[in-house]
């Protein structure tokens, strides 16, 4: 019975919240880089699982049918092998370069490059927030 109250329509509107979990750059940025699955490719792994203390840092191999290798980016914010280096700008160009599709390498098409290419570059306040990719 109680089920059937809490659903019947209403006049009622829910309130508003004034604050979610992802209002803060930093818990957006958490969250995006999660559901994006960023480690997925950005962190090197066995076959057991991923490398403890290698999160981001690059080096998964995809080898495509033609026998050409991909090897992901190390996106951790080290100054040496990583992004710490890269200015904000440089990281937006590097994405914003695949943006003409006829200079789109089909590699990158296979492996879901251009999809989250997009979100990086919209919230990439946030992705920063968490992941410290540049300096």
Same mark, same amino acid.
């Given at each position: 019975m109680n089920l059937i109250l809490r659903t019947m329509p209403s006049d009622d509107v829910a309130p508003?919240?004034? !604050?979610?979990?992802?209002?803060?750059?930093?818990? *957006?940025? =958490?969250?995006?880089?999660?559901?994006?699955?960023?480690?997925?490719?950005?962190?090197?792994?066995?076959?057991?699982?991923?490398?403890?203390?290698?999160?981001f840092a690059g080096g998964m191999e995809f080898t495509f049918p033609n026998g050409a290798v991909l090897r992901?980016?190390?996106?951790?914010?080290?100054?040496?092998?990583?992004?710490? !280096?890269?200015?904000?700008?440089?990281?937006?160009? *590097?994405? =914003?370069?695949?943006?003409d599709p006829a200079l789109t390498l089909p590699r990158l098409k296979a492996v879901g490059f251009l999809g989250y290419r997009t979100i990086v570059l919209v919230y990439l306040p946030s992705v920063r927030a968490f992941s410290g990719i540049f300096s």
């Open positions: 508003a919240l004034e !604050k979610t979990a992802l209002n803060d750059e930093l818990s *957006r940025g =958490k969250y995006l880089v999660t559901v994006g699955a960023c480690g997925e490719c950005h962190s090197p792994s066995t076959p057991s699982g991923p490398i403890a203390g290698k999160e992901s980016a190390n996106i951790t914010p080290d100054k040496d092998t990583g992004t710490g !280096k890269w200015t904000e700008d440089a990281f937006v160009q *590097r994405f =914003k370069m695949y943006q």
